[in-house]
């Protein structure tokens, strides 16, 4: 098999790095791919960037591509699946249509409401002063989401009112549209990646990411500085009430509508106090990092599982055999991250690091006359295995030693909050 993974990040060099595992994959293409995907076995980078769907269609058709696989959110939102089916290609994600769950928060709540999905009571707004008045009615804390892919920074947890509004003026004064106002949810959050074909809907295993950049959840979010899988939380109880409340209604309510969704799932949960569960939000593709945690763990040939959501026979494919282990993964990032950052700073220790047990996946990292260089606000994810999460937790921090940047960060306490609960 010939297989093409578009993206450049962490989450794809976990993708890519999975694949070429099975003797199937003949080759892999990482478009374009990063520092680490240059090194994989079986793998070549091709320097095309996901926003080029002609460019992306073309060398596929011209390689004989059996699958693609869409990691980021922007080429689906762009139609990269719908184009690629309609020349034949088998592609892992949705059409542009599908793509809305995670591009339109709107969308995405109107769609749970019609499907009878618990998630926060919200209201969309298209101007700023009904969106304002609604705020001094409803009172804080509040939520204020912009409805657009916004790189993570659309979204306000307000603690007070005036923030709020504050956040509703910006957001209109972006260029955003829309903003969804809804009611602010406590608990704690979990993140279940789902696989479906269109038909079926199968979890893989659930993880906690830590999107704040300080240790103990503090300071502005980022794109998430680690994660554990799986995480306790979700019970089996709370995975029964995932799939039953959450994941086969969605993908129901998906098909009533005569969209055809084949890919990941991925619902960001809030776990209320009597272990109710809500969606927070929807996404179209892999989560990044929770794929650097859990597809390490995963036991079944990837290229099967994915072709089996891309030719809609998820529900003869056997139950997905997973390791029974912990995997956890601690991101690297430069100094100044989420803000400014330095770009250019000579990475060393990753075959120190490697020797030591590490997975290291690549986030933002370039290859540069044999030197490796930082290129990105998250740098490396550095994910460890375990028999247990507490064991996994020491092995990652244990691992990453050798690794070394210039005013390199990392979070000392990913997975912490799980072993004192
Ligand atoms: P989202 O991009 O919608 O996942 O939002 C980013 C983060 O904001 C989530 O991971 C939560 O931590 C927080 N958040 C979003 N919606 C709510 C809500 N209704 N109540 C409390 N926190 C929320
Ligand atoms: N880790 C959060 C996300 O992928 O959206």
């Given at each position: 098999?010939?297989?093409?993974?578009?993206?450049?990040?962490?989450?794809?060099?976990?993708?890519?790095?999975?694949?070429?595992?099975?003797?199937?994959?003949?080759?892999?293409?990482?478009?374009?791919?990063?520092?680490?995907?240059?090194?994989?076995?079986?793998?070549?980078?091709?320097?095309?960037?996901?926003?080029?769907?002609?460019?992306?269609?073309?060398?596929?058709?011209?390689?004989?591509?059996?699958?693609?696989?869409?990691?980021?959110?922007?080429?689906?939102?762009?139609?990269?699946?719908?184009?690629?089916?309609?020349?034949?290609?088998?592609?892992?994600?949705?059409?542009?249509?599908?793509?809305?769950?995670?591009?339109?928060k709107s969308?995405?709540k109107a769609?749970?409401?019609?499907?009878?999905?618990?998630?926060?009571?919200g209201e969309t707004f298209t101007?700023?002063?009904?969106a304002?008045?609604?705020?001094?009615?409803?009172?804080?804390?509040?939520?204020?989401?912009?409805d657009?892919?916004?790189?993570?920074?659309?979204?306000?947890?307000?603690?007070?009112?005036?923030?709020?509004?504050?956040?509703?003026?910006?957001?209109?004064?972006?260029?955003?549209?829309k903003v969804v106002v809804?009611?602010?949810?406590?608990?704690?959050?979990?993140?279940?990646?789902?696989?479906?074909?269109?038909?079926?809907?199968?979890?893989?295993?659930?993880?906690?990411?830590?999107?704040?950049?300080?240790?103990?959840?503090?300071?502005?979010?980022?794109?998430?500085?680690?994660?554990?899988?799986?995480?306790?939380?979700?019970?089996?109880?709370?995975?029964?009430?995932?799939?039953?409340?959450?994941?086969?209604?969605?993908?129901?309510?998906?098909?009533?509508?005569?969209?055809?969704?084949?890919?990941?799932?991925?619902?960001?949960?809030?776990?209320?106090?009597?272990?109710?569960?809500?969606?927070?939000?929807?996404?179209?593709?892999?989560?990044?990092?929770?794929?650097?945690?859990?597809?390490?763990?995963?036991?079944?040939?990837?290229?099967?599982?994915?072709?089996?959501?891309?030719?809609?026979?998820?529900?003869?494919?056997?139950?997905?055999?997973?390791?029974?282990?912990?995997?956890?993964?601690?991101?690297?990032?430069?100094?100044?991250?989420?803000?400014?950052?330095?770009?250019?700073?000579?990475?060393?220790?990753?075959?120190?690091?490697?020797?030591?047990?590490?997975?290291?996946?690549?986030?933002?990292?370039?290859?540069?006359?044999?030197?490796?260089?930082?290129?990105?606000?998250?740098?490396?994810?550095?994910?460890?295995?375990?028999?247990?999460?507490?064991?996994?937790?020491?092995?990652?921090?244990?691992?990453?030693?050798?690794?070394?940047?210039?005013?390199?960060?990392?979070?000392?306490?990913?997975?912490?909050?799980?072993?004192?609960?």
């Open positions: 098999m010939k297989i093409v993974v578009v993206g450049s990040g962490g989450r794809e060099h976990a993708l890519a790095h999975q694949l070429v595992q099975s003797p199937q994959v003949e080759r892999c293409y990482c478009l374009p791919g990063n520092g680490g995907t240059a090194t994989l076995p079986k793998t070549e980078n091709i320097a095309l960037s996901g926003d080029d769907i002609t460019g992306i269609t073309q060398f596929c058709q011209g390689q004989a591509i059996d699958l693609v696989v869409v990691g980021p959110e922007l080429p689906l939102t762009l139609g990269l699946a719908d184009q690629l089916r309609q020349v034949g290609i088998k592609v892992f994600g949705p059409g542009q249509v599908g793509a809305q769950i995670e591009a339109s969308w995405a769609l749970m409401m019609a499907a009878g999905v618990p998630t926060a009571f101007n700023e002063a009904s304002q008045a609604y705020v001094t009615q409803q009172g804080a804390p509040i939520v204020v989401k912009a657009g892919l916004a790189a993570g920074k659309g979204v306000v947890v307000a603690m007070t009112e005036a923030e709020a509004q504050q956040a509703i003026t910006e957001l209109f004064s972006q260029g955003f549209n809804e009611e602010f949810l406590v608990g704690q959050e979990v993140s279940v990646l789902a696989l479906t074909d269109g038909l079926t809907v199968r979890p893989l295993l659930p993880a906690q990411d830590h999107k704040r950049i300080g240790e103990g959840d503090t300071g502005p979010n980022t794109g998430g500085m680690g994660v554990y899988a799986p995480a306790p939380l979700a019970t089996p109880s709370l995975m029964e009430q995932v799939q039953k409340t959450v994941l086969e209604p969605t993908v129901a309510e998906l098909r009533r509508r005569g969209i055809d969704y084949r890919g990941v799932l991925y619902a960001g949960l809030m776990v209320g106090p009597e272990g109710q569960v809500k969606v927070l939000e929807y996404n179209c593709r892999f989560g990044d990092p929770e794929t650097q945690a859990i597809l390490p763990l995963l036991v079944t040939p990837l290229e099967e599982v994915l072709l089996a959501c891309v030719e809609q026979r998820l529900a003869s494919l056997p139950p997905l055999q997973w390791q029974s282990a912990s995997a956890v993964c601690v991101v690297l990032a430069a100094g100044g991250y989420p803000g400014a950052y330095a770009k250019g700073q000579v990475i060393t220790g990753i075959e120190e690091a490697r020797a030591l047990g590490a997975l290291v996946f690549h986030a933002g990292t370039e290859l540069q006359a044999e030197q490796l260089l930082t290129a990105g606000g998250r740098v490396l994810g550095m994910t460890a295995l375990g028999p247990d999460l507490k064991t996994a937790i020491a092995e990652a921090y244990r691992v990453l030693q050798p690794i070394y940047f210039e005013d390199m960060y990392y979070r000392r306490d990913i997975g912490h909050r799980a072993l004192s609960t």
